[in-house]
């Protein structure tokens, strides 16, 4: 939007410099939607929601969602492409953990903003 069309309609009072830095501020959240959309899936919530209680192998996952191998593989694999779970070998089995604890935060705060009442 041209600068002076906001002038033309907008009389909020903010000084010109305020809204050319808070546009220069957006780049901060960029990718950031990205994130949110592999949150999105009910699936990948739940498959973090029990990671969040400890490391898990595929089938295990499996069993608990009671869903087929190839389908929690392919949510597994967008969560370690969003950086969200990572995982270790051990024989044939591959085990799963949320990568780190800003994940659990992540998981935590969704939850307590869920429970508040409005």
């Known amino acids: 939007m041209d600068d002076n069309a906001r ?6 009072g903010h000084a010109e ?16 939607s990205e994130l949110f959309k592999v949150l999105g899936d009910e699936t990948r919530t739940r498959i973090l929601y029990l990671l969040a209680h ?3 192998c595929t089938c295990d996952l499996a069993g ?6 190839p389908a929690v593989s392919h949510h597994l694999r967008l969560l370690r492409m969003a950086r969200l779970v990572r995982y270790r070998r051990e024989g044939k089995n591959v085990h799963y953990a949320l990568d780190d604890d ?17």
């Open 7 to 12: 002038t033309d309609w907008c009389n909020s």
């Open 17 to 32: 410099a305020d809204v050319l830095g808070l546009r220069a501020k957006i780049v901060e959240v960029a990718g950031l």
């Open 54 to 56: 400890g490391e898990l």
């Open 64 to 69: 608990i969602l009671e869903m087929s191998l």
């Open 102 to 118: 800003h994940v659990l935060h992540i998981i935590r705060e969704a939850q307590a903003h869920f429970r508040e009442e409005r």
